[in-house]
């Protein structure tokens, strides 16, 4: 079974790579409206709510069905935030947020708290922050993914954040008056896929439909409107400082494409060490050792919320003063910063690493986003704005950011933007297999749908009876980056010269996304026909990635598909030459012969070479020598045979 050969030199540059992935369009059709029973308001037949799933916090937003703003879902007392923390309680009552936040001192094993710090995670992984954990992190087999034990029980981390993601549905749906089964769920930029995978499952189980994991800080950008051009080239860094973790990530958004240049940060550095840091401070002012407070939980806790609500009021304020146990606490907004400082200087050393390994200087930088509650304290704000030397964007809430971004990016797959829609367009390439292992792309990426092609090829050896298709997707160059969607064989060709049957492929994909395609030899009519579904078993980020990867391999595909191309030429070349002598020896002159195997001979050496310019000098060559016999002897047998061949140029 050969592999597929076009009659004709139709090697197009597959390699212009333009970065652009989510299409905007002026919105066509009106989305389908509805009226929400409970409220008299309108609204769109689908809520898709974007949740942020938050190591500390976490919260639901929607864009507002009239305003088209986005904003975060509020219970009565005006809180969005739902801390990640569960509780299980006696008779298997189980309490998530505030009320389950309450048992966290009095009942540390049976309360659990930063379960996103174990997502797809194995004990391996942790063991080195074991005694992080208040609660029991099973750790009897180290390669497997851990579990938390509670009393008899265990729970996977996907178990654990299904609990918290059940209880911000059931709040959204409490708020909206409607059911939510659609969501979009952010999770760090650094998530590898295992802990993606973990979150759409945790999202599964808590009965949700989890349309798109996108990175926090893209959520973020999303957020303040960056990104939402698609003229529109920037880099961002993006500095994450919320309850326990530290983020920087700097990101490139060019034309609707968010690419990561690079991460950095402090998976335990965060807005508990500023709380850590003022209670041991007071603990000293009041003379009580650590055993003193180990001994006494509740003095403890009291100090920790108290520690909390400092540091949360000297945002706005320069002095705090508070009580516990009849004694008086002073916190003044400088002496606070000295115990920040240290802290604060980390980040801006992992803002540093950050920087370097994108390969950027500061004034690179285009834009600053601030995100995490911790953002809120002045000399974070102060050091960021300097290192960067620029303005920030600060103006929303930073607890409150990721989740209006995942909002934005819910509406805009909704369909229901008012401005901007993401069309249904084939995110990959789409095409097959051809000499060389070379990527023939029949439809390109970004084709809208449905969406058709066709091309014509031919056989490469002489009474080839039947011809291998295979179907790919994606925009490298050779087949053996791209990924492999089908295979097939026409079979059935009924015995011709090579180069002599039409094999005709054609692509289709339907309005389903579905892929047909049919291969049919024209002359004797002979056909075959097989459906694919391209995106099948493939997500967002595998897609973006395929296309990342693309561009950062643009030069060596080149490079690689010119030196095939010339390989495959080359090889046709001594095929059909060879044959061309055999077939004709006796009207040749033995010094031709000679000449053309001698040339044939230094083809073939040239031709295992990576020299591209050799291999084509000698193409020339051959073709110099084989040309003035070729034309003397081209009478109308051979003619035929010999039809479109190169040797006859
Ligand atoms: P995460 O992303 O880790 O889930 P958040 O972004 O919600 O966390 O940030 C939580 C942290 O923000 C906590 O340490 C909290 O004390 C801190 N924080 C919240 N409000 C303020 C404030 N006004 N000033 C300083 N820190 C704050
Ligand atoms: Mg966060």
Request: charged residues 25%; negative net charge.
């Amino acid at each position: 079974m050969g592999c597929l050969v076009q009659p004709f030199s139709l090697f197009v540059n597959q390699s212009s790579h333009e970065l652009l992935f989510l299409l905007f369009v002026q919105k066509k059709s009106m989305a389908k409206i509805g009226i929400n029973i409970a409220t008299g308001s309108l609204q769109q037949q689908e809520m898709i709510v974007g949740i942020d799933l938050g190591t500390t916090n976490s919260l639901v937003a929607i864009i507002h069905p009239e305003s088209r703003k986005p904003v975060v879902l509020k219970e009565h007392d005006g809180n969005a935030l739902v801390p990640s923390v569960i509780h299980f309680g006696e008779a298997g009552l189980v309490s998530v947020g505030d009320e389950a936040k309450k048992y966290l001192v009095a009942e540390p094993h049976n309360t659990i708290f930063s379960v996103k710090r174990l997502m797809g995670k194995s004990y391996n992984d942790v063991r080195d922050y074991s005694s992080f954990f208040t609660y029991k992190v099973i750790d009897d087999n180290s390669e497997s993914l851990v579990k938390v034990q509670v009393g008899d029980t265990f729970y996977s981390p996907i178990e654990l954040s299904s609990y918290i993601l059940k209880e911000l549905k059931a709040r959204a749906e409490h708020i909206l008056k409607t059911p939510v089964t659609k969501a979009v769920i952010t999770v760090p930029a650094y998530f590898n896929d295992a802990q993606r995978q973990a979150t759409r499952d945790a999202g599964r189980l808590a009965g949700l439909d989890v349309l798109r994991i996108v990175n926090e800080p893209t959520a973020a950008s999303l957020a303040y409107g960056l990104g939402l051009r698609n003229d529109e080239t920037k880099t961002i860094a993006v500095y994450d400082l919320g309850g326990g973790t530290f983020d920087i990530s700097v990101l490139r958004i060019t034309g609707g494409i968010f690419e990561v240049l690079s991460t950095n940060g402090d998976t335990y550095l965060g807005g508990d060490d500023f709380d850590r840091a003022i209670t041991q401070y007071w603990s000293a002012k009041l003379g009580l050792t650590d055993e003193e407070l180990n001994a006494n939980k509740n003095i403890a806790q009291e100090l920790r919320l108290l520690a909390e609500e400092a540091k949360k009021q000297l945002s706005s304020t320069i002095e705090f003063k508070g009580s516990i146990a009849g004694e008086e606490l002073v916190l003044t907004r400088e002496e606070f910063e000295k115990l920040a400082k240290p802290f604060v200087d980390r980040t801006i050393q992992c803002c540093k690493n950050a920087m370097q390994d994108a390969q950027l200087s500061i004034t690179d930088i285009d834009e600053v986003v601030m995100v995490g509650g911790s953002t809120r304290v002045p000399l974070a704000k102060k050091s960021v704005a300097e290192f960067f030397g620029r303005a920030l964007h600060d103006s929303l809430n930073p607890d409150e950011v990721v989740a209006l971004g995942a909002a934005v990016q819910a509406d805009i797959l909704a369909g229901n933007n008012k401005d901007f829609l993401l069309l249904d367009i084939t995110p990959l390439s789409l095409g097959i297999e051809t000499m060389g292992g070379l990527m023939d792309v029949l439809i390109p990426r970004n084709s809208k749908i449905p969406s058709k092609a066709g091309r014509q090829y031919t056989t490469q050896k002489d009474g080839q009876p039947g011809m291998r298709i295979s179907v790919y997707q994606g925009e490298r160059d050779l087949v053996k980056d791209n990924r492999k969607l089908a295979e097939f064989n026409l079979t059935g060709i009924p015995g011709m010269p090579a180069g002599l049957p039409k094999v005709e492929i054609s692509f289709l994909v339907n309005a389903d996304g579905i892929l047909v395609v049919k291969a049919k030899e024209l002359r004797s009519g002979v056909e075959q026909t097989i459906e694919v579904k391209p995106q099948y078993g493939l997500t967002d980020e595998e897609v973006e990635k395929m296309l990342l990867d693309s561009i950062t391999h643009a030069k060596e595909d080149i490079k690689t598909r010119a030196l095939v191309e010339a390989q495959t030429e080359a090889q046709q070349i001594l095929d059909t030459t060879r044959l061309f002598v055999e077939k004709n020896k006796t009207f040749l002159l033995q010094e031709e012969i000679e000449i053309t195997e001698a040339s044939m001979k230094d083809l073939a050496q040239k031709m295992s070479s990576t020299d591209k310019d050799a291999i084509q000098a000698a193409i020339e060559k051959l073709n110099d020598i084989s040309r003035p016999y070729a034309e003397r002897l081209m009478d109308h047998a051979i003619s035929t045979a010999m039809k479109g061949k190169s040797i006859t140029e």
